[in-house]
């Protein structure tokens, strides 16, 4: 099991920009893919982008491309989501979750996920 714990979420206006940290407890961490999902109230908890094990491979959601990026330092077993743009439909709890090599889309296919942060975009 890989313990992961986010932080970097928070208030922010339109237009501002975000980094999300998902730092991971285990060491053969770059053997994993990771994924960012984030729910908002009432909606279903939806992939925003992934990043397979080997960082050659990525994903993105329609809604956030060309304003998010999503990178790995497997050095410091660490993922990151570079926001830009923001909009407030951004607003959600952004999670990450990690699985064995490949992205998937669902988040049934995760095993291990964080606790999440709040992302809050205001207009």
């Known amino acids: 099991q890989v313990l992961l714990v986010e932080s970097g979420g928070g208030l922010v206006q339109a237009g501002d920009s975000l980094r999300l940290s998902c730092a991971a407890s285990?060491?053969?961490?770059?053997?994993?893919?990771v994924a960012w999902f984030r729910q908002a109230p009432g909606l279903e908890r939806d992939l925003v982008a992934g990043?397979?094990?080997?960082?050659?491979?990525?994903y993105y959601a329609d809604s956030v491309k060309g304003r998010f990026t999503i990178s790995r330092d497997n050095a410091k077993n660490t993922i990151y989501l570079q926001m830009n743009s923001l909009k407030p439909e951004d607003t959600a709890v952004y999670y990450c979750?990690?699985?064995?090599?490949?992205?998937?889309?669902?988040?049934?296919?995760?095993?291990?996920w964080g606790q999440g942060t709040q992302v809050t975009v205001s207009s």
């Open positions: 979750a990690a699985r064995s090599w490949a992205i998937a889309a669902s988040p049934n296919e995760y095993a291990d």
């Open positions: 285990e060491r053969t961490f770059s053997n994993y893919a």
């Open positions: 990043i397979n094990w080997g960082g050659d491979s990525t």
